[in-house]
């Protein structure tokens, strides 16, 4: 069986207004093993695929918000900071000079 034949679209339908949020129709292609699994979690929890796939992505943006935001670590080096003719310098020079001797 292919990769392809391995999923099926699910299209999930707007079922009116909830919450004053408004719901929008969309499909999505999801692995079939992965989506037989989540049908019977629905059917065993007498629920929804609909209900058990809006908790889910409920669950995952709430998990990602919480995260901190990514931080560059300071990665600077002892030196005497940029080099004459550089401050300057177009990218086109920078290259040049990074290349110099290089065969480029």
Do not use: C, H
């Not at 990665?75 to 990074?98: H, K, M, N, T, Y």
């Amino acid at each position: 069986m292919s990769a392809a034949s391995e999923q099926r679209r699910l299209t999930l339908k707007p079922a009116g207004r909830r919450d004053m949020v408004s719901n929008m129709k969309t499909t999505i292609d999801i692995a079939d093993p992965l989506l037989n699994r989540a049908k019977q979690l629905a059917a065993d929890e007498g629920i929804t695929l609909r209900e058990l796939v809006e908790d889910g992505l409920r669950r995952a943006i709430e998990e990602r918000e919480k995260r901190p935001p990514f931080r560059l670590r300071r990665a600077s080096f002892r030196g005497e900071g940029v080099q004459p003719g550089i401050v300057e310098g177009s990218w086109e020079q920078i290259r040049d000079l990074i290349y110099e001797g290089r065969g480029a």
